[in-house]
């Protein structure tokens, strides 16, 4: 793979007609997702994908060759620049893995620490790499960036100082929703003193809720109170009391905490959430039947043979996933407001409607759709459509799948309805407008794509309703 994706660059290479691919740190990532070090390059990278030296490769030709992988953008722009990086800057090591003696995936993890620094450095790396690589010896993830490090220290001790300066310039908090709808995995890059500060206000904040009758592990004590920064107003309320709050004393638990707990179980403290935050929940009748009952999943009519089979109604939430009734009736308990949305469905042959006819409303002759329209095409594609994209369908573009001709210039009426309309993140809608990339909504729901090799591919929407 890594010496196609070479080959590849050298058949599509850049010239004037066609300009040089490039990283592009304002593009949208997948809802949840922490930028990887390739996705979150230096202002000196911005020219070029890989380190100094190595080529270039024509924009809108990595698209084809994602689509190709069934990979998203980033995921085959990341394989062509580790490829050029080990073949043009670490020479010893691409050797190697063409020679079956060095693992592919190895040898990606050095080109993506290296691919910032100069040509010296790179050289320095991939000699003493290939030494230890070549015993079988090659070090951890951590004694990599640590050899990097020593090796931009040695060389250039002005970029090993720009480096410190540019790793705080990449501090940020990241939030990923796709293991659990119940939980949210944070991940975080501070700096180091605000790290080690931010430890020990958690340990003192998790021993005042411990005092407070929250008997919960220390980790869990200590995410509850990572999850009390996001109120400040409510912390500022709970440490006023001090850790000598009676528990057992209503007048020493602040209003806005409350204790929750099950049968035969101590309380646990919880803080009610006063942030504005939009979710899209899904549930359908038969998930709130199955709820009292009465339906589907229940003993009542249309349920199992077993009266007592467990039942778990469940819903859905956008950009996160199932959830079942039990946890949305506590989140819905820590809100503060909520708003209903009128239900809108496609019917078998993929177009639009409700339970009580269309619905997106009749084809209209101005660009941008209305907000009916839109959200039925958000809730039909869920994602952008093109082959390997996984862009939320709410941060995305909504395209004319036959492109649309203003009625002034000779257009047609009724260009913009949901069966014209297809959601494409950005990128994906530059490619589809400047490039010869056509594509047609199948009768199944399916999208396909006809690049201009010739080539075609297809892409499934993800359906929010």
């Given at each position: 793979m890594l010496a196609l994706a070479v080959h590849f660059v050298d058949l599509h290479p850049v010239t004037p007609q066609h300009p040089a691919a490039t990283w592009d740190p304002d593009e949208k990532l997948p809802v949840g997702c922490k930028p990887k070090p390739t996705t979150n390059r230096s202002p000196e990278l911005s020219d070029r994908i890989a380190g100094e030296g190595t080529p270039g490769v024509a924009e809108f030709a990595v698209e084809e060759l994602g689509a190709a992988l069934g990979v998203s953008y980033r995921s085959a722009l990341t394989l062509v620049a580790d490829a050029l990086e080990l073949c043009h800057r670490l020479p010893r090591l691409w050797g190697l893995v063409q020679a079956g003696r060095l693992q592919a995936w190895k040898a990606r993890q050095v080109a993506q620490l290296t691919i910032e620094v100069s040509p010296v450095v790179a050289s320095f790396v991939d000699r003493h790499l290939a030494f230890h690589a070549g015993k079988n010896r090659v070090p951890t993830l951590g004694r990599l960036r640590a050899l990097v490090h020593e090796a931009l220290m040695q060389h250039d001790p002005e970029a090993a100082?720009?480096?410190?300066?540019?790793?705080?310039?990449?501090?940020?908090?990241?939030?990923?929703?796709?293991?659990?709808?119940?939980?949210?995995?944070?991940?975080?890059?501070?700096?180091?003193?605000?790290?080690?500060?931010?430890?020990?206000?958690?340990?003192?904040?998790?021993?005042?809720?411990?005092?407070?009758?929250?008997?919960?592990?220390?980790?869990?004590?200590?995410?509850?109170?990572?999850?009390?920064?996001?109120?400040?107003?409510?912390?500022?309320?709970?440490?006023?009391?001090?850790?000598?709050?009676?528990?057992?004393?209503?007048?020493?638990?602040?209003?806005?905490?409350?204790?929750?707990?099950?049968?035969?179980?101590?309380?646990?403290?919880?803080?009610?959430?006063?942030?504005?935050?939009?979710?899209?929940?899904?549930?359908?009748?038969?998930?709130?039947?199955?709820?009292?009952?009465?339906?589907?999943?229940?003993?009542?009519?249309?349920?199992?043979?077993?009266?007592?089979?467990?039942?778990?109604?469940?819903?859905?939430?956008?950009?996160?996933?199932?959830?079942?009734?039990?946890?949305?009736?506590?989140?819905?308990?820590?809100?503060?407001?909520?708003?209903?949305?009128?239900?809108?469905?496609?019917?078998?042959?993929?177009?639009?409607?409700?339970?009580?006819?269309?619905?997106?409303?009749?084809?209209?002759?101005?660009?941008?759709?209305?907000?009916?329209?839109?959200?039925?095409?958000?809730?039909?594609?869920?994602?952008?459509?093109?082959?390997?994209?996984?862009?939320?369908?709410?941060?995305?573009?909504?395209?004319?799948?036959?492109?649309?001709?203003?009625?002034?210039?000779?257009?047609?009426?009724?260009?913009?309805?949901?069966?014209?309309?297809?959601?494409?993140?950005?990128?994906?809608?530059?490619?589809?407008?400047?490039t010869a990339w056509r594509y047609h909504r199948l009768r199944d729901g399916d999208y396909e794509w006809t690049s201009p090799t010739g080539h075609r591919y297809l892409a499934s929407p993800t359906p929010q309703h």
């Open positions: 100082t720009a480096r410190e300066e540019t790793a705080l310039g990449k501090r940020g908090v990241w939030f990923d929703h796709r293991d659990s709808t119940a939980t949210t995995a944070m991940t975080a890059t501070l700096d180091t003193l605000d790290a080690l500060d931010l430890d020990n206000t958690l340990a003192d904040l998790a021993d005042q809720l411990r005092a407070l009758g929250d008997d919960s592990p220390l980790d869990v004590r200590r995410a509850h109170a990572l999850g009390a920064l996001a109120h400040p107003q409510h912390l500022l309320d709970l440490t006023g009391h001090g850790i000598d709050a009676d528990p057992a004393d209503d007048a020493g638990t602040p209003e806005h905490v409350e204790a929750e707990s099950a049968a035969g179980e101590r309380p646990v403290l919880r803080l009610r959430n006063r942030t504005t935050t939009h979710l899209y929940v899904h549930v359908s009748l038969a998930d709130l039947l199955t709820g009292t009952g009465t339906g589907p999943g229940t003993g009542g009519p249309g349920g199992p043979a077993d009266p007592g089979a467990p039942v778990t109604p469940t819903g859905r939430v956008e950009r996160l996933g199932p959830a079942t009734l039990h946890l949305l009736r506590d989140w819905l308990t820590r809100a503060d407001s909520i708003q209903l949305r009128p239900v809108l469905h496609a019917r078998d042959d993929g177009t639009p409607g409700t339970g009580g006819g269309s619905g997106d409303g009749p084809a209209v002759d101005q660009h941008d759709p209305p907000d009916r329209m839109r959200e039925t095409a958000i809730l039909r594609d869920g994602h952008c459509v093109f082959p390997g994209c996984s862009i939320d369908a709410r941060g995305c573009d909504q395209d004319h799948i036959v492109a649309y001709v203003p009625v002034d210039e000779g257009g047609p009426p009724g260009q913009t309805s949901v069966q014209n309309l297809a959601c494409l993140c950005r990128r994906h809608h530059r490619l589809k407008t400047f």
